[in-house]
């Protein structure tokens, strides 16, 4: 599952219209909803405040909204931007303030699209992974080495607590404790203990494990 980095905005101009895309990340249609409105109350003076989210991780909600644009040039080009992208949990605002220019269909459909498409590069994307989590016990003499290998790998170490001894909560980067737990017992001789204690998600840039 894919979503925005961060929210943010973008802007841009076409033929003398100013174009503001509005990105924020939503859990559901409640927020996506009022952050509309938010958009619309600030920007209440401008020509159209056209929208579009996709919510769920399986995306299936899925809204569009035009705001006075002819019917499929504004919205439903915003929303496919977020389809193709992948991305979901997210809603986009796309303010314009007219120039003077029309466009015409493809132009709007071109402007639209486009402008949610450069907001998304300026803000960035992430993949929401869910990934098995372990707890690693180990003694002090062996704990500094194995976090430091453990946060120069694939995997992510979520948390270190100091006791008897050193306890490290790693999600592992692919589903596999066997591999890792072999891979434990070599680098530690066998000293570390390892035990599965459940899952979280994680955000990680596109394409890294």
């Not at 080495?145 to 490290?168: I, K, T």
Request: some cysteine; hydrophobic content about 40%; proline content about 3%.
């Amino acid at each position: 599952m894919r979503t925005i980095r961060r929210d943010g905005e973008f802007e841009t101009e076409v033929r003398r219209s100013r174009f503001r895309c509005a990105l924020a990340r939503v859990a559901d249609e409640a927020e996506a909803r009022a952050f509309i409105a938010e958009r619309r109350r600030l920007h209440w003076n401008a020509t159209h405040n056209c929208t579009a989210y996709v919510i769920g991780p399986d995306a299936r909600t899925q809204r569009s909204s035009d705001d006075g644009e002819p019917s499929g040039t504004a919205g439903l080009p915003m929303l496919e931007v977020l389809r193709h992208r992948g991305i979901t949990d997210t809603v986009a605002v796309v303010t314009r303030y007219f120039g003077g220019v029309k466009l015409g269909a493809g132009g709007l459909v071109r402007a639209y699209g486009g402008t949610v498409s450069a907001a998304l590069d300026a803000v960035g994307v992430v993949d929401r992974r869910t990934l098995p989590v372990v707890a690693v016990l180990a003694d002090y003499l062996l704990a500094g080495r194995l976090e430091s290998d453990l946060r120069g790998s694939r995997h992510h170490v979520l948390a270190v607590e100091y006791g008897a001894d050193v306890r490290l909560d790693v999600a592992l980067a692919e589903d596999d404790v066997p591999a890792f737990e072999a891979w434990l017992a070599e680098v530690t001789g066998g000293a570390a203990l390892c035990e599965a204690t459940g899952s979280t998600t994680v955000e990680v840039p596109p394409g890294e494990a």
